[in-house]
């Protein structure tokens, strides 16, 4: 188990490491430097920078310098816990992505709650009952929702929301509580307003959930220790839940490390069909205008909460997995 | 919850003749998109108590499947088509086990309680991710009313029996951290320890080296002599078969071929099948690794089963007239003795 | 035990290759028997086959120039066509005209069906290249010439907001989806084989090696990553530079799954008796893979393949209805649903949600098509 932990730990800091790497390149990948492009966006607003003061600006980020100086630089700012500034918005990186992060985070987590809520059960009654109507009523269904896109879904939902509804969705407050302070309240409100983005976020992840799980169970259904479970005189759907619902599980949760950065993934583009008050739009507007360091500082901060969002599923694994815990694979 | 009741028989030994399980005209049938594979087809066998029957027979002669159709724990796509088994258990009136409803209560305390079953992989035939006195327990205390204290100790003491060193500890341990050997006796000790009538060996010792194969047969034999339990043991090692059974079975194609004491089946088979089967059995001074040099053929697969005689295609008494056309019944070939083959009489 | 050595040689080498077409054969042919099963998969092919068709003759199926606009025909309704008139066979779409409604100063359209125009199958329209080299001006549904006056327009699908064919449109933006994500499936392939080959081949430090590579880059979501490549394009490229720089982009997407199956089937093919016979005979490694073991596999490679498509095909979409993959005046299904992003939009003028179709419809054809593939290759995977 050992091992195994040791192995975790050393890749999710390897992980951590190329997602800086990613993130700075992403940073330097438009052309010019920042300070070319934060000059032209302060002359857009008739705010000329002589040439003097743009020398001195390129010295406090180290333009002048080699890259890899001005990596560890950025590195080093980010460990003081400062990302940078956003010239789009005119303030620190910190304060633009504020609260957002954690909504993103708050909606990444609600949708795999719901994932594993919907599809596990739905997964063993479709394996228990194969080829019933069920399974392939749920199959179809999990094929549909594979292939639909989210901003798709997103737009289908909202069309239909509006249509048939009269309602319509985006943001993830009332009006009263956008800019409130947490309270129960508020919570009761996120949570309300979070239900179709979950759905819509949540349908790709359920759907493979169900797939996983069935294939998974009908696997473990077939193998002899279910039948010494059975001859032992245990009732039918004890035995399922006991034996191979357990066994399924294991690639349930590797399922969820892995669908986790999809899911991150899809709450960028949800949210900004939707309109909500993740780092979603912000990261699209950052790179539409070209601002380096809130996009970089976005990218940087939810790639990391993947690493670590598929760090803690390795974990779980070894508690639900005993064969991890010796083995040491 | 029944529990068994394990001391009035020996009295009733000598006295009762009714078989204590006997399978009728067995059929199991498995659909499968290919086509129907007729695994079992018609086998017949009676177990008394205090006795062992062997059932030999080349692979995919469907031993595991008669086995697990006695339990009704086939699997889809496989259903029991006809036949009967009926269990009459200590003179208690005859049951029809196929007449129980498939995972009703009543089969299910006969499961494990009064007919327990050991699987042919001992690898797999355990949860990978339960601790091996979980499984025991389970199994303890579906057919008792003991509590979980009193079932571990039960478990650790048939650990023990089986000859498992240090039980208390192993209980707490997983499959995979037990050898072959280890597994196979975890197993039978799971088996036993709800001390059942019939006990259904799937060739319990295949994987094992020939010193720990012979500790657990011998071990299985003083089980048997304690609790007058009757064994059906399925293996195609005839060797095995020679040393354990009291009656032999011999199956080809899902049909039980021979039947009769393993004496008369040993020194006088009747069935070219069996008399193939059996001049394949490796003596001391014969060569080794000869290859059973009397069956000539494949066996063909169950799902295109040859007409009339199965065995015909292969048979080195084949007659044209009838083998090919019509199905052959037992018939009485001796003392307890049967076959199906039209050398002895042709209806 | 007299003939020459070489000769000898020769006439295994020979039998070699005979019996491996004969075995090759054979194993397509049961593929292709266990495909046909697959009544889904089979269906989902032949849509595939159709929107592909539609891709190479886009140009002679639209009815209009994909570009051109007109201004004052904008969010024109779509004008169905009728095949009957009353009883009598005549084909023909209802005119429509518009207004500008005095008041929310927005056009108001109304169809007119007493004034009819009338469609015929073949017709005359814009001048084009069918195929890319034969000139001529014919398309599959127009205007009829002789009753045509100069102001008729038929938009089978609409228009969008500045008054161009949405049907026209479609097909062409059809073109460049489908075939931006057959060329970033042909990259990712390329690029999964190779790692995955060598992966699986070699095994050892390399295989750990790019096993972490893959692990590393499966963990990091991909969306905002590419949206963070896509862009830093220079707003002055062309859009051939886009289109090859999005292919290369969304190549990256896939290339994992790829590697991963491709190495999983090295790594059992490795301890198989055959490429062990091979490597004993002393054939080199080159001839071992490229002559043994791809081909044993080929269909797995071609399921996989299949089922990577639609994540390209999801990938370009998403990205250029976010604007950050192909940009206007190209056209792809993602830049046509760019305009239905807002809900009064979608709710006044529904048709402009008409792309949504296909990119669902191809998108599910292109995982049923796969699935059935794999199902067919390796019947014992799930
Ligand atoms: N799930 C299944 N689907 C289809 N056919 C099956 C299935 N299970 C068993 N069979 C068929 O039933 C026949 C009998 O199988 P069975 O397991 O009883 O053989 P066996 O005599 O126990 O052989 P062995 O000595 O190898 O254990 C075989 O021919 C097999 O092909
Ligand atoms: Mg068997």
Redesign the interface.
Known sequence: MLGYLIRRVV?AA??VW??SI??FF?IN???GDYVTSYIAQLAIQGNIIGAEEAESLREYYGLDQPIYVQYLKWMNQIRQGNLGFSFEFGLPVNDVIGERLILTMILAAATIVFIWIVAIPIGILSAVR?YSIWDHTFTFFG??G???????LA??M??FS??LFDF???GLFSPEYVSASWSLGRGIDLAQHMIIPIIILGTAGTASLIRITR?NL??E?????V??????????WRLIL??PV??ALNPAISLT??I???L???S??VS??LGLPTVGPI??KA??A?DMFL??G??LL??WM??VG?FLSDLLLVW????VK?EGR | MQTPESESVVTEQDTVTEPLLSVQDLQTYFFTDEGTVKAVDGASFDVYAGQTLGIVGESGCGKSITA?SI?Q?I??PGRIIGGQVKFSPDGAAVQNLLELEP?GPEI??????EI??I???PM???????TFGN?II??IR??SSLDKIEAHELAVDWMRRVGIPTPETRMSE?A??FSGGQRQRA?IA?ALCTEPRVLIADEPTTALDVTTQAQILDLLQTLQKQNDMAIVFITHDLGVIAEVADIVAVMYLGKVVEIGPVESIFSSPKHPYSKALLSSMPTIDAAHRERMPSITGAIPHPQNRPSGCAFHPRCPSYMSDICGLKEPELVSVGTDQQASCFLYGRD | MESNPVEHELALEMEDTVEERISVASQRQLIWWRFRKHRVAVVATAIIVIFYTMVIFADFLATNVPADSEAFRGLMPPQPVHIFDGWKPSPHVCAVSGARNPITFQKDYVTDCTEKIQVRLFARGYEYKLLGVIPTDRHLLGMSDDTLRPEDHIYLLGTDKQGRDMYSRLLFGTRISLTIGLFGVVLSLVLGIVLGAISGFYGGLIDNLIQ?LV??T????????Y??????F?HDWSILKIYFAITIIISLFAWTDLARVVRGRFLTMRDEDFVTAAMLSGANQRRIIFRHMLPSFYSHIIAAATLAL?LMI?AE??LS????GLRPPAISWGTL?QD??N?QT??LT?WL?IP?LP??LV??AL??MGDGLRDAADPYS?
């Open positions: 890749y390897f992980a190329a997602v990613i993130s992403i990948l438009p052309p194969q094929f549909v594979l292939a639909v896109p989210d901003f798709m737009l289908v909202m069309y509006f249509v319509s969705v985006g294939a009908l696997d259904l077939r193998k002899p220790y039948a010494t479970a059975r001859a032992k005189g245990l009732s039918e006991k034996y357990r066994m490390a892995y986790l950065p999809f991150v993934s899809g960028i583009v900004v069909v990261l699209l790179l539409v070209q996009a970089g976005i990218i939810i790639g993947t690493v598929t639900a997995d005993p064969r010796f | 697990k339990l724990i699997d889809r995972n299910r305390s006969i499961r494990g309680g327990s079953m699987f042919q992989e797999t035939s355990f949860s990978p991710i339960h499984q389970e199994a579906l057919h997983y995979y951290q197993m799971m | 972490r692990e590393i499966r963990s990091i979501p991909s969306i905002p990553l949206m963070g490549i896509a862009a830093a220079p639609p999801i979409t998403t209805f976010l604007g950050l649903l239905a992003q809900v979608i709710a529904p949600m949504a990119v669902i998108i599910l995982n049923f799930n």
